[in-house]
């Protein structure tokens, strides 16, 4: 589950007030919104990596508001995947777990499984130069989910790829909800891809947030959040 309450951050005269929204555990969530409007900025938020003046944020049932980014059970595929040049696809996908001195054996184990539901097993001697933008993105999708995380943020992380393999990401994103049952918050532009993935669609205007519960095919109700300032 990811709960937002009353989320209020400041940046210069950049300022967002009172947002509120939430994704129930297992469920995947989709955040829509003009360029400018905040999006990354409320990801970040969650994450950890943004300063929030005022609000709540939960995670699986804990309140991580002040805790840091590395205890928030997070895992996070920015929009370039952000890979590390020197390191094989094995070793980033194996990151995480050895910064948390997991035994190799068990490294080697997870990253196995795991290159074989991305559909990358032929990569992982690899170095990211000469990697498409598809397995670029598996490498860094793989990494995110490496130790197992009960929430996952995704920031436009199909936006460079061409449509068949857009159309293939979507696909791997949804068998991999399914088989995880991560929650999951999705930055994206593109209505199709947030109508192909999203059974909570989350838009964020003038301010204000409208979120949406979908059941893919059956009908939902919107529910306007107004932006009101908070008390000083």
Same mark, same amino acid.
């Given at each position: 589950?990811?709960? &937002? $309450?009353?989320?209020?951050?400041?940046?210069?005269?950049?300022?967002?007030?009172?947002?509120?929204?939430?994704?129930?555990?297992?469920?995947? %969530? &989709?955040?829509?919104?003009?360029?400018?409007?905040?999006?990354?900025?409320?990801?970040?938020?969650?994450?950890?990596?943004?300063?929030?003046?005022?609000?709540?944020?939960? *995670?699986?049932?804990?309140?991580?508001?002040? @805790? /840091?980014?590395?205890?928030?059970?997070?895992?996070?595929?920015?929009?370039?995947?952000?890979?590390?040049? /020197?390191?094989?696809?094995?070793?980033?996908?194996?990151?995480? !777990?050895?910064?948390?001195?997991?035994?190799?054996?068990?490294?080697? /184990?997870?990253? %196995?499984?795991?290159?074989?539901?991305?559909?990358?097993?032929?990569?992982? =001697?690899?170095?990211?130069?000469?990697?498409?933008?598809?397995?670029?993105?598996?490498?860094?999708?793989? #990494?995110? *989910?490496?130790? #197992?995380?009960? &929430?996952?943020?995704?920031?436009?992380?199909?936006?460079?790829?061409?449509?068949?393999?857009?159309?293939?990401?979507?696909?791997? !994103?949804?068998?991999?909800?399914? #088989?995880?049952? &991560?929650?999951?918050?999705?930055?994206?532009?593109?209505?199709? $891809?947030?109508?192909? !993935?999203?059974?909570?669609?989350?838009? *964020? /205007?003038?301010?204000?947030?409208?979120?949406? *519960?979908?059941? #893919?095919? @059956?009908? @939902?109700? =919107?529910?306007?959040?107004?932006?009101?300032?908070?008390?000083?």
């Amino acid at each position: 589950m990811i709960a &937002v $309450e009353g989320l209020c951050i400041r940046a210069g005269s950049f300022r967002l007030e009172n947002i509120s929204f939430q994704i129930p555990s297992g469920g995947y %969530g &989709v955040l829509m919104g003009k360029t400018g409007s905040g999006k990354t900025t409320i990801l970040e938020s969650i994450i950890g990596l943004r300063h929030i003046a005022a609000g709540r944020i939960l *995670l699986c049932g804990r309140d991580v508001t002040h @805790s /840091k980014p590395a205890v928030r059970g997070i895992g996070y595929v920015p929009q370039d995947g952000a890979l590390f040049a /020197k390191m094989t696809v094995a070793e980033q996908m194996g990151l995480a !777990l050895t910064i948390r001195r997991v035994p190799e054996a068990a490294v080697k /184990k997870r990253v %196995g499984e795991l290159a074989e539901l991305l559909g990358i097993t032929h990569l992982l =001697e690899r170095r990211p130069h000469g990697l498409s933008g598809g397995e670029r993105q598996r490498v860094a999708l793989g #990494r995110a *989910l490496s130790f #197992r995380p009960g &929430v996952l943020c995704l920031d436009e992380p199909l936006s460079a790829l061409d449509e068949e393999t857009r159309a293939q990401m979507c696909s791997l !994103l949804d068998d991999i909800r399914r #088989r995880t049952g &991560v929650t999951t918050l999705h930055i994206t532009h593109n209505t199709h $891809e947030a109508d192909t !993935l999203a059974d909570c669609m989350i838009r *964020l /205007k003038d301010g204000r947030v409208h979120r949406q *519960l979908l059941e #893919r095919a @059956s009908d @939902s109700t =919107e529910q306007p959040v107004p932006a009101v300032s908070p008390a000083p």
